[in-house]
């Protein structure tokens, strides 16, 4: 869907043919369409690390909390070190929830 309104076709066709095709309301489509076309530039604890950097931080958690104890306030120094990216405690929080099994 995207792809053919950046081509320059007119929008309320292509909304059309998606709704047409998948059976959701041109409203339903149309309320996709706008929310997701800032997820790229949009930053939140869902997608601020790729799998593979989500992956690589677990086992470079794993293997620092064998020597260390790890705080929150160290994993957002890890990530930005290695990716230079920005985290907050309250990510850190998250992602300790989300992989405390794995830690």
Not at 47 to 74: C, F, K, M, P
């Amino acid at each position: 869907m995207l792809a053919a309104v950046v081509d320059g076709e007119p929008v309320p066709p292509v909304f059309a043919r998606f709704s047409a095709s998948t059976g959701l309301s041109v409203s339903n489509v149309r309320t996709i369409f706008y929310r997701g076309r800032d997820e790229r530039t949009k930053h939140n604890a869902n997608s601020l690390l790729s799998a593979t950097e989500d992956q690589a931080l677990l086992y470079a958690t794993q293997a620092i909390s064998y020597a260390n104890s790890l705080t929150r306030s160290h994993l957002g120094d890890l990530v930005r070190s290695l990716w230079t990216k920005k985290v907050g405690t309250t990510w850190a929080r998250a992602w300790v929830a989300r992989h405390g099994d794995n830690l």
